[in-house]
């Protein structure tokens, strides 16, 4: 698994006049990290920045002796704690979260966690596949049966949270691993880009046989182009 590529991308879209999504490739382990903060001010802005420089920092400092899965538990779950300790500690952050999902490849297998809505894809031989589940309002009512997924996007709000880093005393992870393929093409973005595109557009775009710099830029332009409300960002994993 030598040949792993990442491309991560974060615009600030059409919309917004700040930033508050934060990524980062991290190609040495490998490992992904896509962070969508909220909270007023600039304080989105940090605590996405702080779920991905705590997590990072971790995933370097436990490349051995332990697995991945605990890995991830430790990594998010101090993301958790650090941005509680700064929203207690600054009036400005009071009450700041973020979503975030966590890639970390280790041999032939892709772990992965996640709190909130950003996503993780998987395109595997034409088939896409959405391998995290929302922590959202929207997605309780579809899995309760009130609405179906056409009726819930038209009548509940998409950006209520029910988990995210920061906000709960506790926090839950919810985590996946999956045996990657020959071919395999995973897909990490925040809801700015899900958003505006379909998941027949994403799974095209990201079965092209170009460079998966000038797919993520494409799903960016893309999502831009049809005036993004929100900040829009993209990780694309390629090269198993």
């Known amino acids: 698994m030598n040949n792993i590529k990442i491309y991560g991308f974060t615009d600030t879209g059409k919309t917004r006049t700040s930033n508050e999504d934060c990524i980062l490739a ?44 605990e890995r991830l538990e430790s990594s998010v779950q101090a993301a958790h704690s650090v941005i509680r300790e700064k929203s207690r500690q600054s009036i400005r952050c009071r009450g700041m979260g973020t979503t975030v999902v ?21 395109l595997r031989r034409g088939d896409f596949q959405q391998l995290t589940r929302d922590h959202s309002l929207l997605q309780e009512f579809i899995d309760q049966g009130l609405y179906t997924p056409e009726e819930a996007r038209e009548k509940v709000s998409r950006n209520i949270l029910t988990r995210a880093l920061g906000l709960e005393p506790q926090i839950t992870m919810d985590y996946g691993q999956v045996s990657v393929q020959a071919g395999d093409r995973f897909l990490m973005c925040s809801d700015g880009l899900y958003d505006m595109l379909t998941e027949n557009e994403m799974a095209a775009l990201l079965g092209r046989p170009h460079a998966i710099d000038e797919v993520g830029l494409d799903m960016v332009e893309l999502a831009n182009a049809r005036g993004s409300k929100d900040n829009v960002s993209v990780i694309i994993l390629a090269g198993f």
Request: glycine share 10%; aromatic share 4%.
């Open 26 to 69: 991290l190609p040495e382990i490998p490992a992904a990290i896509l962070a969508d903060g909220m909270g007023g001010h600039s304080a989105g802005e940090v605590a996405s920045r702080t779920a991905v420089e705590t997590i990072s920092a971790i995933l370097r400092q436990t490349m051995r002796g332990i697995s991945a899965h």
């Open 102 to 122: 966590v890639v970390l490849v280790d041999g032939n297998v892709l772990h992965y966690a996640h709190v909130g809505d950003s996503r993780l894809y998987l």
